[in-house]
């Protein structure tokens, strides 16, 4: 663990900070999650975003929320991205998707092909808390009918089978884009043409071919050999329709995400909870289907930690990550393991100084400061802290906000993540997730 810090006097000033990052990123009724490299709506940001923007602007808020709406495709899935009409810079835009030779989405926007963490009912009830019951019915009635049939979406045409969790088929539906149990999974399927470049040790013309920003170093992101990889699923994923019947029969990894599905066990109550206050009544197969699901995060667990599961094999990827911790957020894990986990969590493996890593440090693919192989997330360190709340943690959860709030006061800047071990800054800055959760700290 850390010791709780002391917080210098400037914190009013740092949450302008936050604030005006917001602004800058807002495009109307949705916000970007950063000025240089995501110009577009990503689904688990604007959640994380409408949870900050709640203490600034709660009717802005629950604007964000809703706008999510505007993506949802016929099926129900609400899309990881839905792409804003701006020139795009971005790597993996409308072009590489072309969702319109198979669906349209709600309002005709384009979008991805994929999805993402469902956070929108946690964003939902903790909007709603901040508006008056008037404004909250309003709101509640006006997202529930999309939030029912995506949660329909999640638990039927992604859990064919019947097996309770619900399958994931590209990584970055998990939100943890290069996490190293995804990599492991995906890498297999790497195009042949980019193996012969790197066994031909040819990588600056691997890398001349990236399309991604060059406005963060190499060393923060994706391996080239990775991202092409990357773009080879969503090449199969095109050709199959988006459909997961279709999917199934490719090479394409398919993942019973730990994290994923913990956030949609909660998500679940949640959208329970909420649909009791609007009177509306849920089905009998999709309640069924929630509980499975809750009961099949059981499943995940092995000896000390959590892991996620291949969907074809049914074997575990047994490769440790801070995933592993968030059945705590769903509220799923038996008061025996409880004290594992947390000492797992607050070892100086997972938090060595600076809020709690996304892989442990002592794994040998550690990297302090790339992406989602070692930094430090705030959003996940959000979730971490309710976990242990929900747990009756509150010493630790009271720990880690302050360790976490600490880490963005020394930066004095919104990064996207942060190293665990120095506490310095990567990726893009001026990110709306960390401008939004570090409101919602201060709060
Ligand atoms: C692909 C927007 C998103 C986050 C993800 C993060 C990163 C995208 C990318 O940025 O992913 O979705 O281009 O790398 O991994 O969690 O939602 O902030």
Redesign the pocket.
Known sequence: GSSVPTLPPDLQSLRATAVEVLRGNDLGDVTR??PT??PHQ?L??SCFIAIGLRHIDPARAAAEVLSLLRGQWPNGMIP??IFAEVDDFY??GPQRWRIDRVTTTASGALSTGIT?PPMIAEAALRVGEMLDPKARADFYRALLPGLIRFHEFLHFERDPDDDGLVTLVHS?ES???NTPPWMEATLPITPRRVNVLKRLGAAEALDAMRR?SKEVPAEERLTSAELFTLYRVVRELRRSGYAFRNIRETDVPLVQDVAFNAILVRADDHLVEIAAEAGVKLSRRLTRQMRRCREAMERLWSSSTYYSRDFRTGELLRHETVGGFLPLYAGVVPEDRVDVLVKAMTSPRYWPRYGVASVPADDPVFEPRC??QGPVWININWLLADGLERYGRLDAARELRANVLNLIVNSGEMF?YYSPLDGSGAGSNSFSWTAALLVDLLA
Do not use: C, F, T
């Open positions: 999650p950063s490299l995501y990503w688990w940001d990881h991205v790597h993996a993402q970055w939100g943890m884009d991604d992406y989602w996207e």
